[in-house]
């Protein structure tokens, strides 16, 4: 069954520092996500990833995906503080865009003054 | 174009009580998935449709149950509540040639 873990699970750091969080997943699949969840609300969507090497950017975040490593990465490039969120990939788990997704823990980034 | 909605947005029941949840996706969206998100277990696939018909099923007692209608809204169904049920309850619209799903605002269950 496909797995999905991201770390580290928190993230405390300053503001005008970089940092990225990783995503790896157990089985082969060829979408990935990258959501963002602010505390009390839904989830929204930050990139997708369709492809081996696929990398995409907005504003100070930068999202890649290795799919031969099953590896997902979203770097953070000086942080300020309305970056602060819990920040989730997921795995489409079919070959396909089935619709099933498997989330990781989250990653929930708290960046200070 | 207006996003996701899903009615009623928070809810208290007790035990053994049975509730509906309702989701409204993006005008032209024809697939509807539910995801339960709990503190312990974090967000976890409940099922998928599209046109009317479950394509995909998570790991999920028999009491949580949904379905889809013709205009595409969908509705999920939990009955005998158990306390563990409470979580926030989210549903995710998209084009299945789109390339994400959208996800509503969510309903928070509260069993007692």
């Known amino acids: 069954e496909l797995k999905v873990e991201q770390n580290p699970l928190f993230l405390s750091m300053q503001e005008g520092k970089n940092y990225t969080i990783y995503c790896n997943y157990s089985?082969?699949?060829?979408?990935l996500y990258w959501y963002r969840q602010d505390p009390g609300k839904s989830l929204e969507s930050l990139f997708v990833?369709?492809?081996?090497?696929a990398v995409k950017q907005e504003g100070r975040l930068m999202a890649s995906l290795d799919t031969k490593a099953r590896l997902s990465t979203l770097h953070i490039t000086a942080a300020v503080h309305d970056l602060s969120a819990t920040y989730f990939c997921a795995v489409d788990t079919g070959s396909g865009n089935t619709g099933k997704l498997i989330f990781g823990q989250g990653t929930t980034l708290q960046v200070k003054p | 174009k207006a996003g996701v909605t899903q009615t009623p947005r928070y809810l208290i029941k007790t035990r053994g009580q049975q509730v509906t949840l309702s989701c409204s996706p993006i005008s032209g969206h024809r697939s509807v998935s539910w995801y339960q998100q709990t503190p312990g277990q974090g967000l976890q696939f409940l099922f998928e449709y599209f046109s009317e018909t479950q394509r995909n099923k998570g790991n999920f007692p028999g009491r949580f149950s949904g379905r889809q209608f013709s205009n595409s809204r969908s509705e999920m169904n939990v009955s005998t509540l158990e306390l563990g049920d409470s979580a926030l309850y989210l549903c995710?619209?998209?084009?299945?040639?789109?390339?994400?799903?959208?996800f509503g605002p969510g309903t928070r269950l509260l069993v007692l």
């Open positions: 089985t082969t699949s060829d979408r």
């Open positions: 990833l369709l492809s081996n090497g």
């Open positions: 995710a619209s998209r084009n299945v040639r789109g390339e994400t799903q959208y």
